[in-house]
């Protein structure tokens, strides 16, 4: 079965198309707030003994799966280990030689996609050469991680968009106008930059539970 391909040119235009919905902007409307405002505690009922050990539950304001559900999706998403990634020889190698990896890979959320994509970065370098995908090392731009994590086998294409809408979400935050090409190859940018906008988009997205 043949696997689509896609650059990193048309990550970035989908991931902006995809952000600039209104589908989307209602996704990230109030990403930030985990928990609903909490009702108006009711009227204290009169004392009529000592409380049962059970009678905990009524001094919440929230219910209790609420509370545990917040929790769960404010942790942080934790680092891939599932396998480790191919050495330096296979950064050098085109991304297509990787496609068999995607055989019997589950789906991902888009931060564990994005984790995915930091750990290229690290691994296998940055750069920001101008309209590259990566350089004679192997070293990629932040759009060429995210594509290079999808042919190992991390996250399917509508994942990947959904991970380039939010590494958008984060820019706008940041008050980057731009798409993410332009912001890699922007002059002065750095490794460590790149790495702490996936950092920043993996916990935005995390808190979101996506």
Do not use: F, K
């Not at 009922?45 to 219910?63: E, K, Q, T, Y």
């Not at 932040?142 to 994590?149: D, E, I, L, Y």
């Amino acid at each position: 079965m043949a696997t689509a391909v896609l650059t990193p040119d048309q990550l970035d235009g989908q991931a902006a198309r995809l952000h600039d919905t209104q589908a989307w902007q209602q996704i990230v409307t109030g990403w930030e707030h985990t928990a609903a405002e909490p009702a108006p505690a009711p009227e204290p009922a009169p004392a009529l003994g000592p409380a049962r050990p059970s009678d905990w539950r009524g001094l919440l304001s929230v219910p209790v799966d609420r509370l545990i559900d917040d929790t769960l999706r404010a942790l942080p998403t934790p680092p891939p280990h599932e396998r480790p990634l191919p050495g330096r020889l296979g950064a050098m190698l085109p991304d297509r030689v990787h496609l068999w990896r995607r055989v019997g890979q589950s789906e991902l959320r888009p931060s564990v996609h994005l984790g995915y994509a930091r750990q290229i970065l690290a691994e296998w370098g940055w750069q920001n050469t101008p309209y590259r995908v990566r350089n004679a090392r192997g070293a990629r731009c932040v759009c060429g991680a995210m594509v290079s994590a999808h042919r190992l086998g991390y996250g399917s294409l509508d994942t990947v968009d959904r991970a380039g809408a939010w590494l958008i979400t984060e820019l706008r935050a940041q008050g980057w106008p731009g798409l993410i090409g332009p912001w890699n190859r922007h002059p002065g940018r750095t490794a460590a930059d790149a790495l702490a906008l996936v950092d920043a988009t993996i916990r935005r997205a995390s808190l979101a539970g996506q």
